[in-house]
């Protein structure tokens, strides 16, 4: 059975940069590897109607923070039946993103903290009723939220198809919820936890990942 590792951060704090980089070091490491990212835009209905909310449609679906959860949890328990099958397969699964990241943006928009109960509900309803597969690693790429929104708007810039959406605008939402991840982190939420600095050197951190096998 493989393992599961999981890459957390703030929107624009460069995960997909970072996993592509750990994705061909482990590669060449003879490391099997599979990847997925969460949310799964574009294959996922619950994934889309949170993506539409979040840019106006829909109502006020995206004034619901216990809503939008929901759906970004139903997203990710439409994928069990799937990492369960990457993990017998592979040495390693890594994921952009999972549980942690509704956790810590749900909390911080409701202005609560990671001991907060609504940390504890999506715990709850992702691993326990969903059936999620736990990590065995998390890891948050803390960047400074300055950093992480100036990427973001030159994501956009470059891209033309994409779009900022309402959680992605909101720098202060994106300060409170840099601060739970770094509480999720520093309790351990559910796993071992590993802190990331922006420049870390992706060779040593993959060869520190293929220690988890």
Known sequence: MGTLIALEGLDGAGKRTLVDKLVSELTSAGVRVAVRTFPRYGASIHADLAAEALKGAHGDLAGSVNAMAVLFALDRGGAVAELTELLERHDIVLLDRYVASNAAYGAARLRQGPDGEFVEWVRELEFERLGLPRPALQMLLDVPVELAR?????????????ELDAYERDSDLQTRTGAVYRGLAQQEWVSS?????????????????????
Not at 150 to 162: N, Q
Not at 196 to 207: R, W
């Open 193 to 213: 936890w590993k802190r990331i600095d922006p420049d870390v050197d992706p060779a040593a951190l993959a060869a520190d990942l293929a220690q988890w096998i």
């Open 150 to 162: 100036a990427r973001a708007l030159a994501r956009e810039a470059s891209d033309s198809t994409r």
